[in-house]
């Protein structure tokens, strides 16, 4: 299988253990994520106010271009997610957003938002399948306790993302015990790290990825895993605990022995 | 700009009608940046409904919601305050001269780890 795949700024830069192992575990699966030509950064936050038009533009392209190529979108990064699925969402449902864009761009035929974004742990779960991982791991995590951390981009919110349950999912922990691992119960796997805050204000995000961490730690976590690189960054630097925080793809790029 | 029309832009552009709000608190008992704001996701909305907007426009609080939709999501009447506040904070900085964040300002706030999507962000959300 073939997927149009939009990694963003970060995974080109800070987050490259993201994108690399990914692509390579994708490929031990039999999926070949083929990057789509000339992507722009999303610009990390999604533009929430309805007048907002042209900074919803880097994400209509980049959805325009897997439309292209008749193919799902798959994207990594938790934010670049968020920004995608939801201005896809706006030009399926706001028609004066659809109008606005078609026009500026000059489309013809019109584009309304037609085509899948999935997320990377989306595509294991719904066209890999969980029990295909299981039968394809060489090295069981046995024996690792791991924590999911969710965030807040991956579930929230639920209407738009239609990810998994907001307030209950499960994808990450289906996800770590089928890499052999034990998943850990924890209450904070939802809560945010502080986000952008790390810029301006670090004593929020201390108290907001701490109390994360703390959680995870307290459940007997011994590695704690997320698919947002602001998040692995602000637990790392902020959390406070002597607990490893990697990305879910370095996980199971070691489960497949690669 | 004029109190009524402000409001109106407010809720135009935030798609939020604060009389849907039934004063549960569920927004602020959910926010991660409770502690941190003078004033919190309800009184956002109750304020905007009332016209002291300008209060709003003055504080802080504007500049410590993360966005994180707990408040959208857990809100039983789908009020959507994180919407609300997001439009008070651009009702702010798409004034001339009143970005909260400015360029200048960023090499002091970043170290060699920092992911690109944190600056990114900020900017998106502090100025425009």
């Known amino acids: ?68 190529e008749e193919r799902p ?17 706006d030009l399926q449902t706001d028609e004066t957003f659809r109008d606005r864009v078609n026009r500026y761009m000059g489309n013809d035929p019109v584009y309304a938002g037609e085509g899948e974004v999935i997320h990377f742990l989306e595509m294991l779960r719904d066209k890999v399948g969980f029990d295909t991982i299981r039968a394809a791991v060489k090295n069981p995590l046995t024996g690792r306790r791991i924590a999911a951390y969710y965030g807040c981009l991956l579930l929230r919110p639920s209407g738009v993302m239609a990810f998994d349950d907001p307030e209950n999912p499960t994808v990450i922990e289906d996800f770590i015990r089928a890499l052999g691992a034990e998943s850990v119960a924890w209450s904070m796997r939802n809560e945010c790290c502080g986000s952008y805050m790390a810029l301006e204000d670090k004593g929020i995000v201390e108290r907001k990825s701490g109390s994360v961490l703390a959680n995870a730690k307290a459940q007997g976590a011994d590695t704690v895993i997320t698919a947002c690189p602001l998040c692995l960054y602000n637990l790392q630097k902020f959390g406070g605990q002597d607990l490893p925080v990697v990305y879910f793809t370095e996980l199971l790029y070691e489960a497949l022995g690669l | 700009m004029e109190q009524n029309n402000l409001k ?24 991660p940046s409770y502690d941190e704001m003078e004033y919190h996701p309800h009184e956002f909305v109750s304020m905007v409904e009332n016209g002291e907007t300008e209060k709003l426009m003055a504080s802080p609080s504007l500049y410590r919601c993360l966005t994180c939709f707990a408040c959208v999501e857990r809100c039983p009447r789908g009020v959507q305050p994180a919407k609300l506040i997001e439009a008070v904070r651009l009702a ?32 998106r959300k502090f100025a425009k």
């Not at chain 1, 999303?42 to 980049?62: F, H, K, M």
């Open chain 1, 1 to 68: 299988m073939v997927f149009s795949y939009y990694p963003g700024c970060t995974l080109r830069t800070r987050a490259k253990e993201l994108d690399e192992k990914a692509r390579k575990c994708a490929e031990a699966l039999g999926i070949t994520l083929e990057e789509i030509p000339d992507w722009q950064c999303c610009g990390g936050c999604y533009p929430v106010a309805s007048d907002e038009i042209a900074t919803r533009l880097s994400a209509v392209r980049a959805l325009m271009a897997a439309k292209s």
């Open chain 1, 73 to 89: 979108l798959v994207t990594l990064c938790s934010a670049c997610h968020n920004v995608l699925k939801r201005t896809r969402h």
């Open chain 2, 8 to 31: 109106e832009t407010l809720l135009r552009i935030s798609g939020v009608n604060p009389r849907k709000c039934m004063k549960c608190g569920k927004c602020s008992g959910t926010c």
């Open chain 2, 92 to 123: 702010v900085i798409r004034q001339q001269g009143m970005n909260h964040l400015k360029p200048d300002q960023l090499p002091d706030m970043l170290d060699e780890d920092m992911p690109q999507q944190a600056l990114v962000s900020a900017m």
